[in-house]
């Protein structure tokens, strides 16, 4: 903190957190979440705010922007709100109980999406006082009320950065053919859950897909109608996904499921459903296309994201040596597949 910096009734200090707050308050209260305005679709843009009151002026000029507003009343409870809420921008009032910070700054750009953190408080905005927000790693700071206005300009700005950021990383993640993940996000959202099996103990399953002679499709009917089966199974494979599952295709005729919070019995339940539902369906000039599936479980069949993909696929090649149109489980840990 520059040494020309002085605040009335504070002693001198060394982090911006000691600066705008008082002793005492570091405590870890029980998350709360308090929805501020009313949730909309996700392109409206999402501010998660961090304050003791309501900061009512604020709220109600970001709203009119088009923004919605997502609030918590302690420090602690942000961590929790951040998963939640998945905010284009927090906003924090700097002297709001259990606030850390150079922490909550830390964890915000190391995210995936590297979430902008701004500042907020009663001080004056000095040049001083701005560039310590900025070292422990916020991108501003505003003196509330003073600067509604500028704060209500940049949170806008940075809410429509970031969603440009995310339309750019969605078209480069996506698989161009069937608008499933492709490849590179499967494997982003493969590690995520298999960490959340290490930190929390929520399972997840991996299916894996392939289209039963899709070369006999391709050499008979030519690719454009091979590329029309493949769409037609992308099609469904986002119909039967929820919000936090991933549906992927691969490469090729091989399409991944990730199933988020599902054990093996339950996948392997959805899996056949799966396989049933798609061999049911008519392709126009085809008649019926089936799949071949493997599935595999975290912790059942593998606690790692290699080990999980790799139980998956040994499993649909069982399916696939085993006539095709067919679902197949991985073993438990440290046994062998039949017939692989």
């Not at 590297?114 to 501003?140: K, N, Y």
Request: proline share 5%; glycine share 6%; charged share 25%.
């Amino acid at each position: 903190m520059p040494q020309s910096l002085k605040l009335s009734d504070c002693p001198p200090r060394t982090s911006l957190f000691d600066l705008l707050t008082s002793p005492g308050l570091n405590m870890t209260p029980r998350a709360e979440k308090e929805p501020i305005t009313r949730p909309s679709e996700r392109a409206r843009g999402r501010v998660l705010l961090i304050a003791e009151d309501k900061q009512v002026h604020f709220v109600e000029g970001i709203s009119s922007r088009g923004i919605d507003v997502f609030g918590v009343s302690k420090g602690a409870a942000a961590m929790v709100s951040l998963t939640r809420t998945r905010p284009d921008v927090v906003i924090a009032h700097a002297s709001t109980s259990g606030l850390r910070i150079r922490e909550l700054a830390k964890m915000l750009a190391q995210s995936d999406d590297g979430i902008p953190l701004v500042l907020t408080g009663s001080e004056p905005s000095t040049v001083d006082l701005r560039r310590a927000a900025m070292v422990e790693g916020a991108f501003d700071y505003f003196a509330l009320p003073d600067e509604l206005d500028l704060l209500i300009e940049r949170t806008q700005q940075l809410v429509l950065l970031r969603q440009k950021i995310d339309r750019l990383r969605s078209d480069a993640d996506l698989d161009s053919l069937t608008g499933l993940a492709n490849r590179r996000r499967f494997r982003v959202a493969l590690a995520r859950e298999v960490e959340r099996w290490r930190r929390y103990r929520v399972p997840c399953a991996l299916m894996m897909l392939d289209i039963d002679h899709l070369k006999s499709v391709n050499d008979k009917f030519g690719h454009p109608v091979g590329d029309m089966v493949i769409r037609q199974i992308a099609q469904t494979l986002k119909e039967v996904s929820r919000d936090n599952d991933t549906a992927a295709r691969l490469g090729g005729e091989e399409f991944a499921l990730l199933l988020a919070g599902i054990d093996l019995q339950r996948a392997a339940t959805a899996a056949e459903r799966l396989r049933a539902v798609l061999s049911g369906k008519h392709v126009e000039g085809v008649g019926t296309v089936t799949v071949s599936i493997g599935v595999a479980a975290c912790p059942e069949n593998a606690t790692s994201e290699r080990l999980l993909y790799s139980a998956s696929d040994g499993a649909l090649y069982v399916s696939k040596n085993a006539g095709r149109d067919r679902v197949s489980v991985a073993p438990p840990l440290q046994e062998k597949l039949p017939g692989v």
